[in-house]
């Protein structure tokens, strides 16, 4: 089975801070990999997504950082604020596999402190 | 929740109960997903269709049934024989040339 592994489980962070959330994957096919977020009682929402073909993508206060050669792949979140609480999923897939269907992390329940 | 609607938010189910959770987009998307979410735990997949009257097997398919009759519509049934059902489900949508997900609000499902 496919496999995406997240870290760490649980992050507390203090307001301002930076958030780093990490992801490693096994299958090399992967070329598309998005983090998505989650507030309690809701579904998960795109956050943002990056391609293999990039070191880096920005958006914000959000920047993922991806590492072909390792097969990972970070969540940084700057200057984090109290309403950034919420679970963070990676995830990946293979255009043209089974639909493009995504593999998911297994979560990160992030905390920020006033 | 970008035009997909699950319902209920909360259902209840008795023990050798089948229940069905609905889900209905207005996106005109083509691919349809189940997902489960346990407390602590990452999303699984349990159904997938990516076209009207055709559904695939996910991950932890066991339990579960589905049917896509219509584009608009993928409900899921969870069976008796899903001797664990407590989770939180999900279900998403994806156009055929996005690999972008659209997720529901979720149905949390309970056993009494």
């Known amino acids: 089975q496919q496999q995406v592994k997240q870290s760490p489980q649980s992050l507390i962070v203090q307001k301002g801070g930076i958030s780093i959330i990490n992801c490693a994957y096994e299958n090399t096919a992967f070329d598309y990999f998005p983090w998505y977020q989650q507030f309690p009682g809701k579904g998960p929402a795109l956050l943002i997504a990056?391609?293999?073909?990039?070191s880096e993508k920005k958006e914000g206060r959000f920047t993922i950082s991806f590492n072909k050669s390792a097969k990972q792949f970070s969540l940084h979140i700057m200057d984090s604020q109290p309403g950034d609480s919420a679970t963070y999923f990676c995830a990946a897939s293979q255009k043209g596999n089974a639909g493009n269907m995504l593999t998911f992390g297994g979560g990160t329940r992030l905390m920020v402190k006033p | 929740d970008g035009g997909i609607t699950q319902s209920p938010k909360y259902l209840f189910r008795k023990e050798g109960q089948n229940v069905t959770l609905s889900c209905e987009q207005n996106l005109n998307h083509d691919a349809m997903y189940w997902y489960r979410q346990d407390p602590g735990q990452g999303l699984r997949l349990i159904y997938y269709?990516?076209?009207?009257?055709?559904?695939q097997k996910g991950d932890i398919a066991e339990g579960y049934s589905v049917s896509r009759e219509k584009k608009e519509s993928f409900p899921l049934t969870v069976t008796s024989a899903q001797k664990n059902p407590t989770a939180f489900y999900l279900c998403a949508t994806r156009s055929v040339d996005n690999e972008k997900l659209f997720f529901g609000s979720g149905t949390q499902l309970s056993v009494l």
């Open positions: 990056i391609r293999p073909d990039v």
């Open positions: 269709s990516q076209i009207v009257n055709d559904f």
